[in-house]
DNA sequence: CTTGAAAAGAACTGCCT
DNA sequence: AGGCAGTTCTTTTCAAG
């Protein structure tokens, strides 16, 4: 597990937020020349502490104004169910995100659709004939803030 | 709204996965030119399809191995409560996300914590000290799976 | 750590099919 | 719409203080 000082958190919080920032405009903001805070970045790149870039869509943009996440139960657990299930949901192109979790549910999915008619389609013809479904939670998303969340 | 081609929807979801691509590296992949695909991520971008550019971190690798979804409902739901419940949430570092949503819960967080014994800290100390918070379900986050979700 | 400079690569432009 | 060729800008690496 490696080291970090306090800029090297600032500049994690900066990236997260917003990775199209260039070397030399965030070493400006915290102080730093930009070689200094090139190697900082590429320090933390080959730590492993940074695990990827990935773009953000605006999903309203797109026409898909409904997110939906559902709490999942199964109705038989062996190993091959959750396979089964994890499979099957793999193939869910309005799945955006499968959490496997240990609690009152067995899953957790964010589903996004266009609207909520889509959204009744993708739940009757795709979710419940799931293998194994059992319980089903549903909550819709109404609005959401992502934090860049503890660091070092 | 936009219209996307396929080419579009090809370019979109591998910049989801992995937006360090440049235009010719992505263009040579689906058999462009340097500048026609530029040009195509210059025009989604323009057009607020979109949103941003985010750095993934590696928690584990950062010292924060445990992930706990928590479904909070509120004792009590005027818009002022709502206000304090986001604005005292807002400052809990270990928070990652805060969803509000329509359901079972009111409000969905993820959070992020070194250990169960980290865990337990910011739950007894942080999350249940919430003002008007009524009911609190968790689920410790096993393993997740993203994906790009339906785009066009 | 810094500055400065050079090499490499990516982004951007204009013109043509 | 796409490709090609060229220009400009940024990133990356290195030398030296």
Redesign the interface.
Known sequence: ??E?DTLDRKI?RA??????QNASALGRALGLSQPATWRRIKRLRD?????????????E????GVVV?L?IKLATKGRVSLEDF?RAV?AI?????????????DY?LRI??RDIADFERVLRRRIMTLPGVGDV????????????????
């Open positions: 597990m490696i970090l994690l990236l997260v937020e917003d990775a199209t730590a492993g502490v940074i695990a990827g870039q990935r773009l953000d869509l605006d999903r943009a797109l026409g898909f996440f709490g994890e793999s192109p309005e799945v955006q995100t499968v959490e496997h979790i240990l609690g009152v549910y957790r996004v659709a939670e549903a909550n819709v998303l109404l609005s959401e803030e992502r934090r860049p969340g503890p660091i070092g």
